[in-house]
């Protein structure tokens, strides 16, 4: 029976100093992406803040004068 030689197969330093790269750049972009998000969710809500406040200064009075309450 012939026995079977296991070769073990290890990156060379090249092959470890390149995935440590991609580690690191992969990484990167994680958090860029994840900072563009944080960035366009905050921008998401201010404009609907600011939205919000633009409504008609006129729509309470009208309200009020279908109710027949006079506001002042």
């Not at 470890?16 to 958090?31: D, I, S």
């Not at 008609?56 to 027949?68: R, S, V």
């Amino acid at each position: 029976m012939t026995s079977a030689t296991i070769h073990l197969v290890v990156p060379t330093r090249a092959e470890r100093k390149l995935l440590g790269l991609a580690g690191r750049l992969t990484a990167f972009v994680e958090h860029r992406i994840e900072r563009r998000a944080e960035k366009r969710a905050l921008d998401l809500r201010l404009l609907r803040q600011r939205q919000a406040g633009r409504q008609d200064p006129h729509a309470a009075d009208h309200l009020l004068a279908q109710m027949g309450i006079s506001r002042r």
